[in-house]
């Protein structure tokens, strides 16, 4: 078991690009979640994943966001005209539903974006 | 709308004190509690987590409550060590999507 990995680690982008961060999750593990946090700020929940469908998503997650789990293993969050206020922490989680809502998130290490 | 919050949000002790750290949430109907740690730029580490049938979880010098109709969760951390400076979050798990609503963490400092 090799937990979440999350890649890059850091990310600094000029103001305009668009960056992809990767997430493998737990191997077997059928939800995936993408949360962000801000300086100071717990994490929030931005998207998951039940296997490849997208089920929900939070309003926090604007057009420029898009995020994807193509074949149920890894998912990747692509943010378009990356903004100063996208700077953040951006945390993955995975876990493995086997009894309604009682499953243990983990978490990745996060990707940590810095938008100049 | 679930809403948690954490008191206090700062706190720093002397090495080998017993602690205790606050959690609140305003919608009593969640599934399960967790608590987790964070290391300065780090991801997160679950401590414990407590199902909503369950009132307490001990993981050595750690113990979490949880008292749901008071929308109240405690976690008491005993004789304190430097190593134990992080911040530690709760996290309440509601709604269909399992999701976890965060408090902002008490940023916690033990000192020699």
């Known amino acids: 078991d090799t937990g979440v990995s999350q890649n890059p680690r850091h990310k600094i982008t000029k103001r305009g690009q668009n960056v992809t961060f990767r997430c493998d999750p737990i191997?077997?593990?059928?939800?995936l979640y993408w949360y962000r946090q801000t300086l100071g700020q717990g994490p929030e929940f931005l998207t998951y994943?039940?296997?490849?469908?997208?089920?929900?998503k939070s309003r926090l997650l604007s057009d420029r966001f898009s995020a994807e789990r193509p074949k149920g293993s890894f998912s990747t969050l692509e943010i378009q005209r990356t903004e100063q206020g996208d700077s953040a922490m951006y945390l993955c989680?995975?876990?493995?539903?086997?009894?309604?809502?009682?499953?243990?998130?983990?978490f990745g290490p996060g990707t940590r974006l810095t938008v100049l | 709308k679930q809403e948690v919050t954490q008191i206090p949000a700062a706190l720093s002790v002397p090495e080998g004190e017993n602690l205790v750290l606050n959690c609140s949430f305003t919608?009593?109907?969640?599934?399960?509690l967790q608590w987790f740690r964070q290391d300065p730029g780090k991801g997160l580490t679950s401590l414990l987590l407590?199902?909503?049938?369950?009132r307490e979880q001990t993981s050595g010098r750690l113990n979490a409550s949880l008292d749901k109709s008071s929308g109240r969760s405690t976690l008491y951390i005993a004789a304190s060590q430097p190593g134990d400076s992080a911040t530690y979050l709760c996290?309440?798990?509601?709604?269909?999507?399992?999701?976890?609503?965060f408090g902002t963490g008490t940023r916690l400092q033990v000192t020699l």
């Open positions: 919608d009593s109907a969640i599934y399960n």
């Open positions: 191997s077997e593990h059928n939800r």
């Open positions: 407590i199902q909503s049938s369950q």
């Open positions: 994943f039940q296997n490849e469908a997208q089920l929900e």
């Open positions: 996290a309440a798990l509601t709604g269909t999507a399992s999701k976890l609503t």
């Open positions: 989680a995975s876990s493995f539903l086997q009894r309604a809502l009682t499953d243990t998130q983990y």
